[in-house]
């Protein structure tokens, strides 16, 4: 039971960082329909032309803060809306530690839910 468990935790990570590269996709996408050059987005951001080729292309791993900030140059902000997941609550409760916090008053779907998917040794 904990292997198919864990094969469906795995296969939602993998379904986010789907997500997270095309993130970063439509970034690009946007940025070369603006005309916006590599170089230009580096110098305002305080990098080398090669890092953002490295971040344009998936071959680093950028913190939120650095999407972000690539966003606001090519003119877009992203905005996060958290959303209740029963599956994942479930794999949570069963193998990993667990707490929730009451629901917040406004909002009838969203909530926020804190969790680690650690598993203790």
């Given amino acids: 039971m904990l292997n198919r468990e864990r094969r469906e935790s795995i296969r939602?990570?993998?379904?986010?960082n789907k997500r997270d590269?095309?993130?970063?996709?439509?970034?690009?996408?946007?940025?070369?329909?603006?005309g916006i050059e590599q170089?230009?987005?580096?110098?305002?951001?305080?990098?080398?032309?090669?890092?953002?080729?490295?971040?344009?292309?998936?071959?680093?791993?950028?913190?939120?803060?650095?999407?972000?900030?690539?966003?606001?140059?090519?003119?877009?902000?992203?905005?996060?809306?958290?959303v209740p997941d029963v599956e994942i609550r479930h794999v949570v409760q069963n193998v990993a530690v667990y707490q929730e916090i009451p629901y917040p008053q406004y909002g009838d779907t969203d909530f926020t839910v804190h969790y680690s998917d650690k598993v203790q040794a």
């Avoid at 939602?12 to 986010?16: L, T």
């Avoid at 590269?21 to 603006?34: A, G, N, P, T, Y």
Wanted: glycine share 4%; hydrophobic share 35%; no cysteine.
């Fill in 12 to 16: 939602k990570r993998r379904e986010q």
């Fill in 39 to 82: 170089v230009e987005i580096a110098q305002k951001m305080s990098v080398s032309q090669s890092t953002i080729s490295r971040f344009e292309s998936g071959q680093i791993n950028p913190t939120q803060q650095t999407i972000r900030r690539y966003a606001r140059i090519v003119g877009v902000s992203i905005e996060y809306r958290l």
């Fill in 21 to 34: 590269r095309q993130l970063i996709s439509d970034l690009v996408e946007m940025r070369k329909k603006l």
